[in-house]
């Protein structure tokens, strides 16, 4: 899939989406440097220098991310130091070496007001701390180097880590009641699904005789579009458990953040571009938690 004696380095190796990614790309033939953050500090200017000097890398996937989008409202230097400071240092490696960059953003940097599915060219409106950080990490990577996908995404799970699944299935079985936002639409991504479609870009652009065509920002996520509650209702029923859930608003919730109402993502680029779609969110849903099941994760 690679020149041959080149890696793919994957940093945050260790988050929900970097483990995916890892065993996503590790079913292919290239060799997959898969750095957590005890590895490789992506705010270490002289690590991050080295890893790239002391091996011969094919493509960058930076997973590695500030992800506390409560915790970013009151540390506003360690998120923007790691979402865009440390990102813009990567993208001048990767342009000094000529690396394609892969890298996430978020459906948080929109909160534009519309409620339609949400098109690349759409207004951006990032309202919190942590939404501003990856804007800015965007738009470091846009001016520095042409040869990236930003790929914006949403409501991350996995069957393992901290994500709304996981903290759902640990409520849902200490208590018969529990209060769910339900004025927020966005569509779950299962982690597995946007690797795997990582994959299917990286051997289209590989296989591309003229690249040129493919660099630039995408939206991604599972198709469809539901609530947080209707998420939890789901979770419920996947997982048999009975939780007898209410519908609350995001300002009784009263998180640290503000989040975006509506943040449901359109995935037409990436269809008309790449010709790949995602499946429906509660297929995916299922899918993972058979998964976890399987695994005892
Ligand atoms: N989770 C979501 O719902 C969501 C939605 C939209 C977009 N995204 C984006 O998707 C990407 C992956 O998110 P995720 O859900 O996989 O998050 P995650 O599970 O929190 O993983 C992030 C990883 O980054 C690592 N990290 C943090 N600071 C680092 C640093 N300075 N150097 C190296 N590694 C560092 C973390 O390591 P430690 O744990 O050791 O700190 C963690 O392993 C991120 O870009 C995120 O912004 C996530």
Not at 70 to 96: Q, S
Request: with cysteine; charged share 20%; aromatic share 10%.
């Amino acid at each position: 899939m690679t020149d041959s004696g080149g890696y793919i380095l994957v940093t945050g190796a260790n988050g929900q989406l970097g483990k995916a990614i890892c065993s996503a790309l590790d079913t292919e033939m290239a060799p997959v440097l898969a750095y957590s953050s005890k590895k490789l500090d992506i705010t270490n200017p002289d690590a991050v220098e080295k890893a790239f000097s002391s091996k011969k890398i094919n493509w960058l996937v930076n997973c590695a991310a500030y992800t506390n989008v409560d915790g970013a409202e009151n540390a506003f230097p360690a998120a923007m130091e790691a979402n865009a400071v440390a990102v813009g240092h990567l993208a001048l490696i990767c342009r000094d070496l000529d690396i394609p960059m892969i890298h996430f953003s978020s459906d948080y940097v929109y909160d534009n007001g519309l409620t339609r599915p949400l098109s690349e060219s759409d207004p951006l409106n990032p309202r919190s701390i942590y939404a501003i950080s990856k804007l800015a990490g965007e738009d470091i990577i846009r001016e520095t180097w042409h040869k990236h996908l930003i790929l914006r995404t949403s409501w991350l799970y996995s069957h393992e880590g901290h994500n709304f699944l996981n903290t759902m299935l640990r409520l849902g079985s200490e208590n018969k009641h529990l209060k769910i936002v339900d004025d927020q639409l966005g569509a779950p991504t299962y982690v597995a699904d946007l690797a795997s479609a990582v994959r299917s870009m990286i051997r289209i652009i590989e296989d591309s005789g003229d690249q040129s065509g493919f660099w630039g920002t995408y939206n991604i996520s599972n198709a469809g579009e539901t609530t947080w509650y209707a998420y939890a209702r789901a979770i419920f029923e996947f997982a048999s458990l009975d939780v007898d859930c209410e519908p609350t608003d995001t300002a009784s919730f009263n998180a640290a953040a503000p989040r975006p109402a509506y943040s449901v993502l359109s995935n037409q680029k990436l269809n008309d571009v790449f010709g790949l779609k995602l499946q429906n969110w509660k297929a995916a849903l299922k899918k993972c938690l058979q998964e976890k099941g399987n695994s005892g994760g």
